[in-house]
């Protein structure tokens, strides 16, 4: 059973950043992939980005690539960072885990509750 809390969200201008952390619950912390996706109003859920379970492999949707960064911290916690955001980044952001994970959202097993980030133009 893995349990994710995240936080970190807010509101911040065009331009601003923001780090989103997400603290996992589990045994199997070096057994998992980790991703973050997002939803904004009226859209569908989106991926973000994923990091392997040893961390040396990242993927980020080519909206994001070059602005956020994921990683994983020494504590079962993952982080996004995210720089120069756009108001386009406005959304809800989910984490999530699953033994392999990918770019669907339907493979991922466990999700966190989701934090809301808001970019004011």
């Known amino acids: 059973q893995v349990q994710l809390v995240e936080s970190g969200g807010g509101l911040v201008h065009t331009g601003g950043s923001l780090t989103l952390s997400c603290a996992v619950s589990t045994r199997t912390w070096i057994s998992i992939a980790m991703g973050w996706f997002r939803r904004a109003p009226g859209k569908e859920r989106e991926f973000v980005a994923s990091i392997s379970k040893t961390g040396d492999i990242t993927d980020y949707a080519d909206s994001v690539k070059g602005r956020f960064t994921i990683s994983r911290g020494n504590f079962k916690t993952v982080y996004l960072q995210m720089d120069s955001l756009k108001p386009e980044d406005t959304a809800v952001y989910y984490c999530?885990?699953?033994?392999?994970?990918?770019?669907?959202?339907?493979?991922?097993?466990?999700w966190g509750q989701g934090t809301q980030v808001t970019v004011s133009s």
């Open positions: 999530a885990a699953d033994r392999t994970g990918g770019r669907a959202a339907t493979s991922w097993g466990s």
